[in-house]
C-alpha cells in the first residue's frame, strides 16, 4: 500500500501557497467533475468590535487562494458553511455578520460562491455509531466535495483542534452539546473521531499563518508561524498538524481512535511528509494552562496566594456555551483577589462533578451539573448557576455571594473581552490584520 502523501509549505503572500501545496501532493484527487463543494472555515467566535483573529479563525487570504484554485480546477458550485458559537439564542445573522466581516461577500460577487450560515439551513439525523446519533448540517451531507480549512491550533480539552475537530461546526447545537458526554467511554474525543467517517471526499488544508497555544479562542496566545498543511487525507494533516504542534498523535485519543477506524498507524509511520521537514518548522504549543497537582486551581492563582477557594479543572464534559462563563469566572476571581481567604468554596462545571461533602459553598455551572446534583446531599450550601447557557445574573449573584461584586453584563459583553485582548497586540506588526480581509 502507497503511502499517504502530505505537504508542509511556508507560506508566502501571493505566492501561491496553497496550490503549490494541493499539487506537490495531489490533494484535489478525489475532486469529482462537476462537484458540489463545500469549504469549511473555522469560525470560532464573531464580534462586531475589533478581537484578535490571530490563530483563531482561518485566514481570509488562505481562503481566497482555496476559492480561486477551486475555479481553476473547473469548479463552480462552491459553497463556504460554517456555524460559528452562538452564546445568546436570539442573536440573529451572526453567519453573514461574519463573512461580510472577513470579506467573504467579495468572494459571492468576485467567483460566484454561495455563504451559508449553518444555522440558517437544516440538519439531518445520522447514525454515527450503534445507536448514537447527531444532526449534521444538510450542505455537509450534499455536497460531493469538502475543502475543509481549520487553524493550526492547540485546545484546552482534546490537546489539538485541526481538521476532525473543526468538523463539529457541522452540528447543531443539541449534537454539539452531546458531543461533550458524561460518558467516559463516548466523551469529546470518542465523539469527533467518528465524524470522518460521514465525509463526502475531502482535502484538508490547514491553516497554520498563525499558530495558537492553549485554544480554541482569542484567550489563548498566538504566534506567527506562516505555514500551510494539506492532504487529501483528513487524518494524515491532523496527525502531521499535531506533531508540528509538538504533540504526538500516539498520545491524542481522538486520533489513535480515527486512525484505529482507517486502519493506519498513528505514528505516522505510513505518512511521506513533502516540502518542509516536521523537525525543521516543529515549535511545541501548550494546549491548556497549567493547574497545581491536586486539580483544584490553575498554578497562576495558587501563586497569587489564593487560599480557600477550589476552582476544579474542568474535564471534556464541559460544553463550550458553559467553558465561555468558566474562563470570565475565573478571570474576575483573580482579578478581584485582595490577599483574604476564601471561606472553604468549590466551583464545578461540566456533567460529572460531584460537591465536596466538607465544602461550605459549591457553586454549579450550568444547567447540566445543577440537574446532575438535585438531589445530592451534602453539609455545606449548593448555589446553582442554571440556565444554558448559563444565566448572568445567577452568575453574578454567587459571586456575590463570595464577596465579589460585579455587573452581570459584564458575562455577556464578549466585545468588551475582545478589546481587552486586542490591547496585548499593539505595536506587534507580525500580527496584521489584513491577513482577514479581501481587497
Known amino acids: 500500500m502507497n503511502n499517504i502523501k502530505v505537504a508542509i509549505h511556508k507560506f508566502e503572500k501571493n505566492s501561491e501557497t496553497v496550490k503549490k501545496a494541493v ?13 458540489k463543494v463545500v469549504i469549511k472555515p473555522n469560525i470560532v467566535v464573531w464580534l462586531d468590535t475589533p478581537y484578535p483573529k490571530w490563530g483563531v479563525i482561518t485566514t481570509s487570504t488562505i481562503m481566497e487562494e482555496v476559492v480561486i484554485l477551486l475555479k481553476e480546477y473547473g469548479v463552480n458550485d462552491i459553497t463556504i458553511a460554517e456555524g460559528s458559537l452562538q452564546m445568546d439564542p436570539m442573536q440573529k445573522n451572526i453567519g453573514q455578520k461574519s463573512f461580510e466581516g472577513l470579506g467573504y461577500h467579495k468572494l459571492k460577487k468576485r467567483y460566484g460562491v454561495k455563504l451559508a450560515d449553518a444555522w440558517e439551513r437544516p440538519f439531518q439525523k445520522i447514525e454515527i455509531a450503534d445507536g448514537l446519533s447527531l444532526k449534521l448540517s444538510t450542505d455537509l451531507l450534499d455536497s460531493d466535495f469538502l475543502v475543509n480549512v481549520p487553524v493550526l491550533k492547540t485546545h484546552a480539552q482534546v490537546k489539538v483542534s485541526l481538521g476532525i475537530k473543526n468538523l463539529k461546526g457541522f ?15 463516548k466523551d469529546l474525543g470518542y465523539m469527533i473521531s467518528r465524524l470522518p467517517n460521514l465525509l463526502p471526499p475531502s ?33 494524515a494533516a491532523d496527525m502531521v498538524g499535531a506533531s508540528v504542534l509538538g504533540h504526538d498523535p500516539c498520545d491524542i485519543p481522538y486520533l489513535v481512535k480515527a486512525a484505529a477506524d482507517q ?21 511545541f504549543h501548550k494546549y491548556t494552562f497549567s493547574y497545581n497537582k491536586e486539580n483544584t486551581l490553575p498554578k497562576s492563582m495558587e501563586k497569587m496566594g489564593i487560599k480557600g477557594l477550589a476552582f476544579h479543572k474542568f474535564d471534556t464534559s464541559l460544553c463550550t456555551y458553559c467553558s465561555a462563563l468558566v474562563g470570565k469566572l475565573l478571570t474576575i476571581i483573580a482579578m478581584s483577589y485582595k490577599g ?22 459549591s457553586i454549579l455551572v450550568g444547567q447540566c451539573l445543577s440537574a446532575l446534583n438535585k438531589s445530592h446531599e451534602v453539609s455545606g450550601e449548593i448555589v446553582k448557576i442554571k440556565g444554558c447557557p448559563p444565566d448572568p445574573d445567577q452568575a453574578a449573584r454567587a459571586l456575590k455571594g463570595i464577596g465579589i461584586d460585579i455587573d452581570p453584563s459584564f458575562f455577556t459583553n464578549f466585545e468588551m473581552e475582545g478589546a481587552f485582548f486586542m490591547k496585548r497586540f ?10 482577514y480581509t479581501i481587497t
Not at 206 to 214: A, F, K, L, Q, S
Open 171 to 185: 452540528l447543531n447545537v443539541g449534537s454539539r452539546k452531546k458531543c461533550h458526554s458524561a460518558d467516559h467511554k
Open 23 to 35: 499539487k506537490s501532493v495531489n490533494a484535489f484527487e478525489y475532486l469529482p467533475l462537476n462537484a
Open 203 to 235: 482535502a484538508t488544508i490547514i491553516d497554520g499563518v498563525y499558530t495558537m497555544e492553549r485554544g480554541p479562542s482569542f484567550d489563548g496566545k498566538p504566534r506567527r508561524s506562516d505555514l500551510v498543511i494539506v492532504s487529501s487525507n483528513l487524518l
Open 263 to 283: 486502519g493506519v498507524s498513528s505514528d505516522l509511520c505510513d505518512i511521506d511528509i513533502l516540502g518542509e521537514k516536521i523537525e525543521d518548522v516543529a515549535a
Open 426 to 435: 499593539e505595536n506587534k506588526p507580525e500580527f496584521d490584520e489584513s491577513y
Open 340 to 361: 483574604e481567604p476564601f471561606d472553604d468554596v468549590e466551583f464545578l462545571t461540566g456533567k460529572r462533578m460531584r460537591p465536596c461533602k466538607d465544602a461550605k459553598k
